[in-house]
């Protein structure tokens, strides 16, 4: 794979023209033109254009920084000089002073390319004349240059007292570095900081430090491992290792990584490591600025392809671009996110004083291993040598005492991992402490964690080892594989403590119940351990499944079950997603390849967790009802086995009966409910519950002349609307329905359609609520457009095609950078006795309901049941299927007519679906 670089630089960089450099040859274009503004900007061009060239030829992240920062302070003190002599020939100077200090990123010299520039105009006693010109001239030229300048003017006075109010202030002033002006004004303050600022409220500073980060991580993503990761504020971003240095210079008075080297606060090798890794971010984030010509700081999808070949780095065989470097990112992130926690820990540790670090005393938990306050430490250097096992039990004693490793033991660790070798792992002794990890009542995802971030985790089963940073490019996943399991894990454990008993009380009672718990832990570790090997990962992940179970020591009824969970991990969702289970077939035949009742609880818990990690709001109440809705089905028949399908004629016979009485009951004219009975399929009295056939009834009845009846009601607890429809029968009556609720912005979950003998249908739409659509859907001005548009339509006064291809919500212009996604259509006359299964999957679009049913209709099919699943950039529609006439579609040319038929439509731009 291959990128010229050139097609990859933003078009201002590479249009900007040369300028002079250096402060002399600054100050003099600013003299001779008196436009420092337009000259400033010409300047700033110039250099990023000379920059990028550097970059794109290879130049690493701190050459950049430290060039962009030194073009800067040349701006700037020219800029300084040129103001303080404009002032000079506006009035005399009176021995006013001031001072230009840069702070922030530009404090610390770490610009790239598009960063903001923070400043501080450091002045003597009171405002004068001279600071406020001087600041005027300055900040008026830095903004017509384009950049974004945090400002303060103050004396150093105001900056202690500011400091000791505002922590952010506080923040701030720590990464002060003097540029031009009166240098005695800035040492005087740099004595001022250290005397009355750095030493005083030393805990709540920490405190508040170490809240911030908790809060900014939570902000973005919770992890290092996202698909599209913010590489400064996110976890294992740049600015991890700025709160731990902060802290440090307020513990240490330093002001670098060689200085803490130098108080043997940190080792050379642990500098060198995080020197490193700071270079990589500091790298990719002057790519994104040099891309994107803006301050922008995501790695997105796109980006990633972009940047990798810059990297001189090609994906594996078989992963999609911009995976490699993403592997590298994740390694350097780790990095990041492991110094700095390890750093804070250090600064933190045995301060005196303040009820947040307050000392604790030391405990000795067994020989070799001793806890002070949260953290875990290694007494003895040769603990691992002496005894290999110790690796697993030492975060088996984290669990248990709940406290994390301390940074010299998380070391140790890392040194010793070589220790774990293919005799290691055959130990029994091994698998017991893995095992006993797993069946622990508290801290499960959260040590498989720690232990993973070691590579302790990988060591013992190197097939999880081998989904390290391992990458899928789609945007519902924001999770690489690896942390994805590990999510998996933790939202199970979430569901055991009850945290969402409230919403999901089904699943918290089988998680409570379920004795195999543990065993559902490792599946959901080994459930994608297949991914990485081609096609049918699930397949492949069984096969290194019974492995890893075989080298772990479980017994044969225990091996069984997790690879029958690991093959099957995606069995229920698909099936409760895509199935008619209203099809006692369907159900019947889930419910037999399950096989028994521990194997459907195991499965059901497996999928909600695999579910709920792939990202937020994916696993919603409408996932949950369809869910649950299978797993009580498939209880029942494994519970009766095969005692309700045994005579299923006498079962509809006791069903209608009960459907005469209660609308006998209800009033209802005796001949209208016997046609009622005689006229709608078998099928919908086994499938429909009692109160809506009563609806069903009543607005069939007051059809009469009228060319359709409306009702929609909502489920707000459930996520969805519902939208039934009355009318007469008519070709392609579903695309046109579910034509009219894309035109008006509705996104459909799924559709029943049932026809009367007599010519009346009745299509029953469910209409999600999920992602900001609640608010469309209970619009009850947008009900009543639907109904006037469908009316429209179905009576002919307005063609559906041109109703959708006019809707003014398509969002394709606008729309983010997404991956391509390759069409796939099936049909399949298997998995249903009564009708054919078409299956597409595509990239979503507005519209392509639409664009589907259309073709269906064309080609002459009825559609008898829909089910719509959309996950971000993807689509899988799924279709029940017969021909005008009731049956299958069984031959053979026409099923390959309808596969190309719609293949050919869905993979259209979506204009011309609309207009077709």
Not at 540 to 559: D, F
Not at 810 to 820: D, E, I, P, T, Y
Request: aromatic fraction near 8%; charge should be negative.
């Amino acid at each position: 794979m291959s990128l010229d670089a050139g097609a990859n630089r933003a078009e201002p960089v590479a249009s900007a023209v040369s300028s002079p450099r250096g402060q002399d040859a600054l100050l003099a274009q600013f003299v001779a033109s008196k436009t420092p503004g337009a000259n400033a900007r010409a300047y700033l061009q110039s250099v990023r254009a000379e920059l990028a060239e550097r970059h794109f030829a290879g130049a690493s992240g701190s050459e950049i920084t430290a060039a962009m920062t030194a073009a800067m302070d040349d701006l700037l003190r020219a800029l300084f000089h040129y103001a303080d002599a404009e002032h000079n020939q506006r009035a005399p100077k009176l021995n006013q002073k001031i001072s230009v200090v840069a702070r922030g990123g530009y404090g610390r010299g770490e610009l790239n390319p598009q960063s903001d520039v923070d400043l501080l105009f450091l002045h003597d006693y009171k405002r004068g004349p001279y600071a406020e010109i001087v600041t005027e001239i300055m900040l008026h030229a830095l903004w017509d240059a384009g950049l974004i300048v945090g400002h303060g003017v103050r004396t150093a006075k105001e900056c202690v007292r500011l400091a000791n109010e505002d922590l952010k202030e506080k923040t701030a002033i720590l990464d002060a570095r003097f540029l031009c002006g009166d240098e005695k004004l800035y040492a005087d303050l740099d004595k001022l900081l250290i005397a009355e600022v750095l030493n005083r409220n030393q805990d709540k500073f920490f405190a508040i430090k170490l809240e911030e980060s908790r809060k900014r991580h939570a902000q973005y993503g919770d992890s290092i491992y996202l698909l599209e990761p913010q590489i400064k504020e996110g976890e294992g971003g740049l600015r991890d290792l700025h709160t731990a240095m902060w802290l440090a210079k307020v513990k240490y008075k330093v002001h670098s990584l060689e200085e803490l080297v130098q108080k043997a606060v940190i080792t050379e090798p642990e500098a060198a490591e995080v020197i490193e890794a700071r270079d990589f971010l500091w790298r990719v984030r002057n790519s994104l600025h040099f891309l994107t010509g803006r301050h922008f700081d995501q790695l997105t999808f796109e980006l990633q392809e972009r940047i990798e070949p810059i990297f001189r780095l090609k994906p594996e065989e078989g992963q999609a671009a911009g995976s490699a470097l993403m592997r590298a990112y994740y390694m350097h992130a780790s990095t990041i996110h492991r110094f700095a926690e390890g750093l804070i820990a250090r600064v933190t540790e045995n301060t005196s004083g303040g009820r947040f670090f307050r000392r604790t005393p030391t405990r000795k938990i067994r020989p070799g291993v001793i806890v002070q306050g949260n953290l875990l430490s290694i007494a003895e250097p040769d603990f691992f040598k002496r005894d290999p096992l110790n690796l697993i039990t030492i975060y088996a004693d984290c669990q248990a005492q709940d406290v994390s490793l301390s940074g010299s033991a998380y070391q140790l660790v890392r040194d010793n991992l070589g220790l774990i070798d293919d005799d290691m792992r055959r130990d029994p002794r091994v698998a017991g402490a893995l095992m006993d990890i797993l069946s622990a009542r508290n801290r499960v995802a959260e040590t498989l964690e720690a232990m993973h971030l070691s590579g302790v985790l990988g060591a013992i089963i190197p097939e999880f080892g081998n989904l390290y940073a391992r990458v899928l490019h789609d945007l519902y996943h924001i999770y690489t594989v690896d942390r994805h399991s590990l999510v998996a894990v933790r939202e199970l454990e979430r569901l055991r403590t009850g945290e969402f008993k409230d919403p999901t009380p089904l699943l918290t009672e089988v998680a409570r119940e379920l004795p195999h718990l543990p065993l559902v832990f490792l599946a959901l570790l080994l459930h994608d351990i297949g991914k990485g090997h081609g096609h049918e990962h699930h397949e492949r992940g069984a096969n290194l499944t019974a492995e890893v179970s075989q080298r772990l020591g479980l017994n044969s009824e225990e091996i069984d079950l997790v690879v029958f969970l690991v093959r099957n991990h995606l069995m229920m969702s698909q099936v409760a997603q895509k199935g008619d289970l209203d099809d006692q077939t369907t159900v019947a035949e889930f419910a037999r390849t399950v096989g028994s009742i521990d194997r459907l609880k195991a499965l059901y818990l497996l999928t909600y967790a695999d579910m709920r990690a792939v990202a937020p709001k994916v696993y919603n109440n409408w996932r949950d009802m369809l869910l649950s809705d299978l797993y009580l089905r498939a209880l029942k028949v494994l519970e009766q086995g095969d005692r309700e399908a045994a005579d299923p004629a006498r079962r509809l016979a006791t069903v209608k009966a009960a459907v005469r009485d209660f609308l006998l009951f209800a009033a209802a004219p005796e001949a209208e409910v016997t046609a009622f009975l005689d006229e709608m399929p078998d099928r919908y009295f086994f499938t429909v519950p009692e109160d809506d056939i009563q609806l069903h009834f009543d607005l069939m009845r007051t059809l009469d002349d009228r060319p359709l009846v409306c009702r929609t009601r909502h489920f707000p607890e459930l996520e969805f609307s519902e939208f039934i429809v009355v009318t007469r029968d008519q070709p392609g009556l579903f695309s046109k329905i579910a034509g009219v609720l894309t035109a008006n912005n509705l996104n459909i979950l799924s559709a029943r359609i049932t026809t009367r003998t007599n010519g009346v249908a009745m299509d029953v739409f469910r209409v999600s609520h999920q992602m900001g659509e609640a608010s469309m859907a209970l619009e009850e001005d947008r009900w009543l457009r639907v109904e006037h548009d469908l009316e429209r339509v179905i009576t002919g006064q307005q063609d559906i095609a041109a109703l959708v291809a006019s809707a003014h919500h398509v969002q394709s212009a606008g729309r983010k950078f997404v991956r391509h996604v390759p069409t796939e259509v099936t049909v399949d006359n298997r998995t249903s006795e009564q009708f054919t299964v078409i299956d597409v999957f595509t990239q979503d679009r507005v519209g392509l309901l639409f664009a589907i049913t259309h073709t269906l209709f064309r080609l002459g099919l009825r559609i008898h049941l829909a089910r719509i699943s959309t996950n971000a950039d993807q689509a899988l529609d799924v279709f029940y299927v017969s021909d005008r006439g009731g049956a299958k579609i069984e031959d053979l040319d026409l099923m390959r007519e309808l596969r190309a038929a719609l293949l050919e439509k869905v993979v259209q731009n979506p204009r011309q679906e609309a207009s077709a």
